[in-house]
């Protein structure tokens, strides 16, 4: 395998997690901006008040896109193992 190959690789992997991560983390900032400006507005400094709705927002989004994410990592998984006896050589 050559450095080039180990490379893309790599590169894919970490575009998988990214492609992964990224609708979760910008619903989390999404959501504690939007409570940010609230509390802001009202004046309440309660901490944990940001907690809640995140989680809510990250679990319906997970609900909504998690077919999508496990069906995405499994062809990557897919597409690892393929490359197995490739790697061997």
């Known amino acids: ?12 992997g970490i575009f ?13 900032l999404i959501v504690g901006l939007v409570v940010a400006i609230l509390q802001a507005t009202t004046s309440i400094q309660e901490q944990t008040l940001t907690f809640v709705p995140k989680v809510i927002a990250i679990l319906l989004v997970l609900a909504f896109l998690g077919g999508w994410m496990f069906s995405s990592l ?3 998984t897919v597409q690892l193992f393929r490359m197995i006896p490739r790697m061997a050589r």
Not at 1 to 12: A, D, N, P, Y
Not at 21 to 27: D, E, I, K, Q, V
């Open 74 to 76: 499994g062809d990557y």
């Open 1 to 12: 395998m050559s450095i080039g190959e180990i490379t893309s690789l790599l590169r894919g």
């Open 16 to 28: 998988q997690v990214l492609l992964m991560a990224s609708p979760l983390l910008f619903t989390a």
